[in-house]
Every structure is written in C-alpha cells, then in structure tokens.
C-alpha cells in the first residue's frame, strides 16, 4: 500500500495553513506591539514631528496676535481662543491617523500581518493608541505657548485633569473617524483630505467666536455640532468661562454632551473601521 500524496494538484498553487489564533491573553501582547510599531513609524518621519510641534506655535501667534486685536469676545482672546486651539491641532494630529491606515491597508505589510498568529485588527489599536500621545505631547505644547503669552488659567489640579481626559477622548474620537476612513480610502490623497475637514470642523463652533455672532442659518450648527460642547467643557474647566465670555453655569450638562459625543462616535466608526478592515482586501 503506498502513502497518499500531500502534493498539491498539478498547475495549482499550494494553501498554506490559516495561522493558528492567539489566545486572548496575548492580545494586549499584539496590542502592545503595534502601539510600539505605531509609535516608531511617528519617529521614523520628523517632517510629521516637527510639523505637529510648529503648528501650535504658528496658529497661537496668528490667532493671539494677528486677529485677537480685531476680535471682540469679552475677555483676553488667548483665554477665550486657547481651549479651541487645543483641539483644531488635535484634530489635525488625528486626521493623519487616515493617511498611516490607508498606507498600511495599500501596503504588503498587512499581508504578512494577516499570515502571522497575531489579532490584525490590533494594527489599529496601534494607531489609536500612538495618536492619543502623539496629541497629548501637542496639546502641551499648546499649553506652554499660551502660557508664554498671557493664557491665565485658573482650574484646580482636578479640573486640569480632566480637562486632559476631555482632550483625550475627544483625540479617540477623531481618531476612530479617521481609522475608519483610511480602511475606506483606496489612496494617500484622499485619507489626507480628511484633515481638511478637521481643520475646518472648530471654526464653525465656539472656539474662536461666540456663536451668537454668526447668522442664524449657521448658529444653529454651530452650538449644536461635537465640537462645540467639548470646547465649552474644556473652557469651563481651564479659566471657568463660556462662549459668552460670562461665568459658566451649566458645565456639567456639558461635560455630559461632549462624553457622549466622544463615545458615539468611538462607538460607531471603530467598530466600523473594524468591521470594514476584516472585510477589506487590497
């Protein structure tokens, strides 16, 4: 009796072995790898470093010293801009989440992941996490420059520490949107124009002028929009005031709206993105 062949049919290529699962006490092990992946591939390019630490020097001195003398918000304008400064770099930080997930779906990187025993799906993880400290190192930044020019805060070491899990969450929130759209995505150019959109979302909320100063068809958004209730939280707890100018009252109520913000929309484009990134294919 002979052996039977394990030769793959002649003129058809040979199917390697699906990896073996992970068990789930190693998936924070992956995790852990890809943040550290992340993290690197952030130090391999200085043009995105440098880029992420000489933004919020040049917008502070463009807001604070080319338009805060036009601008009329019943307090000094770096009190009053700074909270919205925090988070138009946050958010430009986070949109280039886009551009490194669509670079890695496009990339033959994700083919050696997929054959590897690890859980893919922690690449994003990966990215999340490195945008998180990448966007906090910035949001300091933003700080010390403020600082320098006049930014008086008067929160408790509480409130700044909330303040910074406000900024956090909303940095994961933006990062899920942007994971989502670079599995989406089939180019570099097309992830990078979400960028644009986050550049653009802050200005149309309270962060540089009170709503209550734009026309009625564009107010509505504007107090109504995410962004808005986290400037509010994050102004209210740092110097105590609203987009009024006046003390706030009601920050409670609006630490609450911008939470639920930042969770929905983690909630709803991560789990997108996860479910788009199992499914696509380059």
């Not at 893919?120 to 998180?132: D, E, F, P």
């Not at 808005?228 to 609203?242: A, D, K, N, P, Q």
């Not at 100018?245 to 630490?255: E, K, Q, Y």
Request: aromatic share 8%; charged share 10%; hydrophobic share 55%.
């Amino acid at each position: 009796m002979t052996a039977p062949s394990l030769a793959a049919p002649s003129g058809t290529t040979p199917r390697l072995p699906a990896p073996t699962p992970r068990p789930g006490r190693h998936v924070l092990a992956d995790a852990g790898a890809m943040v550290a992946r992340s993290l690197r591939l952030v130090r391999r390019e200085p043009d995105e470093l440098v880029l992420g630490l000489v933004l919020p020097v040049m917008l502070m001195i463009l807001f604070v010293y080319v338009f805060g003398g036009a601008m009329s918000v019943g307090t000094d304008y770096v009190t009053y801009a700074t909270p919205g400064i925090v988070l138009l770099c946050a958010g430009y930080g986070a949109s280039n989440t886009a551009i490194a997930v669509e670079q890695d779906m496009s990339g033959g990187i994700m083919d050696r992941f997929r054959s590897m025993p690890i859980v893919a799906s922690t690449v994003l993880v990966g990215h999340l996490v490195a945008s998180v400290v990448k966007n906090l190192v910035t949001t300091a930044v933003v700080l010390v420059v403020a600082l320098l020019v006049g930014f008086r805060p008067v929160a408790t070491p509480l409130e700044w520490v909330a303040a910074v899990g406000v900024v956090a969450a909303y940095v994961v929130a933006i990062t899920s949107v942007a994971a989502f759209i670079g599995v989406l995505v089939r180019s570099p150019a097309a992830a990078g124009g979400f960028g644009f959109f986050m550049l653009f979302l802050p200005y149309v909320s309270s962060a540089f002028v009170p709503p209550g100063t734009m026309p009625a068809w564009l107010r509505g958004f504007a107090e109504h929009q995410p962004v808005t209730s986290v400037i509010e939280t994050i102004r209210g707890l740092l110097v105590g005031l609203g987009s009024d100018a006046r003390p706030v009252t009601d920050l409670g109520t609006t630490a609450v709206l911008a939470l639920a913000w930042c969770a929905g929309l983690t909630v709803v484009f991560l789990g997108g993105a996860a479910w788009a990134f199992a499914r696509r294919r380059r």
